[in-house]
């Protein structure tokens, strides 16, 4: 079986205070875009896991696909399989590829072996792998509560609107991101400016906390931000806690961008 892990943006992020727990309360939209790895996963003798294309920082053991192969073979007597991921999606980049691998693994094995958990049973099993999984088992944008694992569908859509996506070689750590954050309460709660405004008036209203001290420590990183403005997107961000910016286009751009910076386009399908 073959699978295509999106990647997501973040469609504004208020980290909202430090939990006890250690993790950040936190809304934000998430919004899948169709940049994606290729994950294939098939029945075998012996459970295998190969990787291609980017390399991916790390022990190849510790690879959300084999993470999430381990967290249900806890629950259910799963067949030994044979896992490669073709990596494409930027890692470091606040686009949640690494989530999204464990998550498809996880729909996958859940395919293959008919083990019949529901959208939200798999949800459960992904926030165990991390906060962004969870989202990347659900085929809709959603609004991300908690540590990002309680998924809310606001039916809010950008489809047929153009996207452009740059990352700059530059790798964000999540945690170190989270630790340069002071938690504030946000003037207008996230829903409102999504369901309420349209698009043209994000700009200015619609935030990523993580911007200001992302930005001042790698200052190479608003300057692609400006750059999307420039080229004409109604609205351009940040996504989650960096590297990567996007920006929203009402319609095609062609971008050149400087050596080093991976970028993606194309039309949102969803
Ligand atoms: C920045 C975002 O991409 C926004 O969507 C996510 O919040 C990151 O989620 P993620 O990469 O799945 O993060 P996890 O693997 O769960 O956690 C990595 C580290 O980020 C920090 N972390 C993560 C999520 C959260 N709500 N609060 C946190 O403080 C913690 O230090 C944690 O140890
Ligand atoms: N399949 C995978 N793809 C990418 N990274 C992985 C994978 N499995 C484990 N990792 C580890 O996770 C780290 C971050 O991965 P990821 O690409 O999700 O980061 P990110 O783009 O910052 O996403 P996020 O928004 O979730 O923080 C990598 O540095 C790597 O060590």
Redesign the pocket.
């Known amino acids: 079986m073959v699978a295509f892990p999106p990647c997501?943006i973040?469609l504004g992020?208020h980290i909202l205070h430090?939990r006890t727990d250690?993790?950040?309360?936190?809304e934000?939209c998430?919004y899948p875009v169709p940049w994606t790895d290729i994950l294939e996963v098939i029945p075998s003798d012996t459970l295998a896991f190969s990787q291609s294309g980017d390399t991916i920082p790390g022990d190849p053991h510790d690879n959300l696909c084999l993470r999430a192969y381990h967290l249900l073979q806890k629950d259910f007597t799963l067949p030994p399989v044979r896992i490669h991921l073709h990596k494409i999606i930027p890692t470091g980049a606040?686009l949640?590829g690494?989530?999204s691998d464990g998550a498809y693994t996880l729909r996958l094995l859940n395919d293959l072996f008919n083990l019949n958990l529901a959208p939200a049973a798999l949800a459960a099993y992904a926030a165990q792998l991390?906060?962004?999984?969870a989202f990347f088992t659900q085929d809709a944008p959603q609004l991300?509560t908690g540590?990002?694992e309680i998924l809310t569908n606001i039916g809010i859509s950008l489809k047929g609107k153009f996207l452009v996506l740059a990352k700059p070689p530059i790798h964000v750590s999540?945690?170190e991101?989270?630790?340069g954050i002071t938690p504030a309460t946000p003037a207008t709660p996230l829903t409102q400016i999504l369901t309420q405004e349209p698009l043209a008036a994000w700009k200015g209203k619609l935030h990523n906390d993580?911007e200001a001290s992302v930005f001042a420590r790698h200052p190479s990183i608003e300057p692609l931000r400006e750059k999307l403005y420039r080229a004409g997107a109604v609205y351009a961000s940040m996504s989650?806690?960096g590297a990567a910016v996007f920006g929203i286009f009402d319609k095609g751009v062609d971008l050149a961008f400087d050596p080093g910076v991976l970028h993606w386009s194309g039309v949102l399908t969803r």
């Open positions: 997501k973040n992020l430090k250690g993790y950040h309360a936190l934000t998430f606040g949640g690494g989530s991390g906060s962004d999984c991300g540590r990002g999540t945690a991101a989270y630790a993580f989650g806690s």
